[in-house]
C-alpha cells in the first residue's frame, strides 16, 4: 500500500503565489509519472501538469507558463509551483501518480487533495 500526503494549499490573492508538495510513502519499487490534477466545483476533473522519471514535463493550456511541476526522487515527492494565481484556479488539487509496487506490479494512487482558493 502506498500513501500520497498532499500540503501547501490555501487562501491567496489574484497574482499571488502558492507551492503544493506531496509525498510518497509505503510500499515503493520506483515512481514512475507524477501528476497534478484538479476539479472545481460543478466541473470535471481535468491534468493540471505531469512530470516523468526522467523530468520530462507536461502542461494544461490554461496553466502554460504560469505554473511549474518539478519532483525529487530521492524523496518520492513531486511539487507544483503557481505563480500569477487566477480566481479561476480555484480547485480542489490532487496528486496523482502510477507506483511501481515491485517489478511486476504498478499501480496508480490518488491524493486527498489540498484546496486552493484565489480570492480578493
Known amino acids: 500500500q502506498v500513501h500520497l500526503v498532499e500540503s501547501g494549499g490555501g487562501l491567496v490573492q489574484p497574482g499571488g503565489s502558492l507551492r503544493l508538495s506531496c509525498a510518497a510513502s509505503?510500499?515503493?519499487?520506483?515512481?514512475?509519472?507524477m501528476a497534478w490534477y484538479r476539479q472545481a466545483p460543478g466541473k470535471q476533473r481535468e491534468l493540471v501538469a505531469t512530470v516523468s522519471s526522467g523530468g520530462t514535463t507536461n502542461y494544461g493550456d490554461s496553466v502554460k507558463g504560469r505554473f511549474t511541476i518539478s519532483r525529487d526522487n530521492a524523496k518520492n515527492t513531486v511539487y507544483l509551483q503557481m505563480n500569477s494565481l487566477k480566481p479561476e484556479d480555484t480547485a480542489v488539487y490532487y496528486c496523482?501518480?502510477?507506483?511501481?509496487?515491485?517489478?511486476?506490479?504498478?499501480?496508480?494512487?490518488w491524493g486527498q487533495g489540498t484546496q486552493v482558493t484565489v480570492s480578493s
Open positions: 496523482n501518480t502510477d507506483v511501481r509496487e515491485s517489478p511486476f506490479l504498478t499501480r496508480n494512487y
Open positions: 509505503g510500499r515503493i519499487f520506483s515512481i514512475d509519472v
